[in-house]
């Protein structure tokens, strides 16, 4: 089975700032994905960036970027120039790549972007 | 375009009673998931379908829960002699195709409070 641990529970940052948000994750799998999810006060999941395990270049997307660690089964993620509208709980997620496998998510961290 | 919807927003219960959630997924996405995700933690996967049928319900708790989405469009979760226990929010999401290469778009929830 797989599992997905975040360390902080809550973090805050200065408007402008880098934060970085802590992943880790157990599994046997070889080839998988890994996710960050974005959950503002409304509920609605938003996913924010993704990264396919074989894949050695980290994702980045805009302000977001992860450093993807295989070996150390590592996964963070990085906001650059943090805006108010970053506020909000951050989920990392595990998927196996193959066979109809639901995400499975680390119990996030509450993040709050400070004026 | 409409996103994933789900009614009703919030849905307030005696414990005992038996409460339908309703997810209404993107047209034409043919993979359904239903999460649950209780106060402090991550989603939860209950159970997925492929089309009309389930493809996975290894995560439903037990048999108190049920889902269905007889037309493959439209899926409900059936919750019968609920307990306490089972408040929660309740999160559907969809996607074109299963497996991690599709995004899941999640729905907004369900707050399920049992009294």
Redo the contacts between chains.
């Keep these: 089975a797989q599992t997905?641990t975040q360390s902080q529970p809550e973090m805050s940052v200065q408007e402008a700032e880098t934060v970085t948000l802590s992943c880790t994750y157990d599994t046997s799998e070889n080839n998988?994905?890994l996710f960050w999810y974005k959950q503002p006060p409304?509920?609605?999941?938003?996913?924010v960036i993704?990264q396919?395990a074989y894949k050695q270049q980290n994702a980045t997307e805009n302000r977001f970027s992860v450093n993807f660690q295989k070996a150390a089964k590592s996964f963070s993620l990085k906001i650059s120039d943090s805006q108010l509208g970053d506020t909000a709980m951050y989920?990392c997620?595990f998927?196996?790549?193959?066979?109809?496998?639901?995400?499975?998510?680390?119990?996030?961290t509450r993040l709050s972007v400070i004026a | 375009g409409a996103?994933v919807s789900q009614t009703p927003s919030n849905k307030v219960t005696e414990k005992g009673k038996y409460v339908e959630l309703r997810c209404d997924p993107i047209s034409g996405h043919t993979a359904l998931?239903w999460?649950r995700q209780s106060l402090?933690?991550?989603?939860?996967?209950l159970i997925?379908f492929?089309g009309t049928g389930a493809?996975?319900d290894s995560?439903l708790p037990n048999d108190r829960f049920f889902a269905v989405r007889p037309e493959g469009s439209v899926s409900t979760l059936k919750i019968q002699r609920t307990e306490r226990g089972d408040s929660a929010?309740y999160?559907c999401?969809s996607s074109l195709g299963?497996?991690?290469s599709y995004?899941?778009y999640?729905?907004?929830?369900t707050?399920l409070t049992v009294t």
């Design positions: 997905v998988y994905y409304s509920r609605q999941m938003i996913l993704r396919e989920f997620a998927m196996k790549h193959s066979g109809n496998t639901p995400l499975v998510f680390g119990k996030g | 996103g998931y999460y402090g933690q991550g989603p939860e996967f997925y492929q493809a996975d995560g929010v999160l999401a299963s497996g991690p995004e899941q999640f729905g907004p929830g707050r």
